[in-house]
């Protein structure tokens, strides 16, 4: 009988016990998380360097427009459209080259964010085995966490811990 009651107590002391539970500020950390912060900044640079490309390349085409517009008047009226059309055909061109390359500029930019964030997830699920929790959940902007104690609150450290291994 004794060893029933034994069994029965450490049965509902297992049962009883308390899953460990942490949350990150999302916002907060991927703000703060060096590699992207350098990557945003890296692909700001490539951004300004195709928007001055961009204002340049616009600056010669308006200039040969407007010499252009000058030209046509001492043409013949036929001469002048196809010239014209030409024109506009060169800037269509250059629009979508362009446009192209803003295009891949974007995505090469949101595949290295979206490695970033993997990477962040793998190093909080390691940090979450590592240190025995059960759940680690999400919170900031769009978060699924309401409220949570400051003692619960793992934001630093995972911080730290990313950009330390950054670093190296």
Do not use: H, P, W
């Not at 069994?7 to 907060?28: F, M, P, R, T, W």
């Not at 950390?29 to 490539?46: A, G, N, P, R, T």
């Not at 252009?68 to 002048?80: G, I, V, W, Y």
């Amino acid at each position: 009988m004794k060893n029933i009651i034994v069994l029965l107590v450490v049965a509902l002391l297992a049962s009883c016990q308390q899953e460990k539970i942490g949350y990150v500020d999302n916002v907060k950390l991927m703000d703060e998380y060096q590699q992207k912060i350098d990557v945003e900044s890296k692909f700001k640079v490539k951004a300004d360097a195709l928007a001055s490309k961009r204002d340049s390349i616009s600056q010669v085409f308006q200039i040969e427009a407007q010499a252009f517009q000058a030209k046509a008047q001492s043409m013949s009226q036929t001469k002048a459209q196809e010239e014209y059309a030409a024109m506009q055909q060169k800037g269509q061109i250059i629009g979508q080259q362009l446009q192209q390359q803003d295009q891949q500029l974007q995505l090469a930019g949101q595949t290295e964010m979206d490695s970033i964030v993997s990477k962040v997830k793998e190093e909080i699920k390691s940090y979450g085995k590592a240190n025995g929790y059960s759940y680690i959940l999400g919170g900031g902007d769009g978060g699924s966490v309401l409220y949570g104690t400051d003692a619960n609150n793992l934001t630093e450290e995972i911080i730290k811990l990313l950009n330390d291994k950054y670093k190296k």
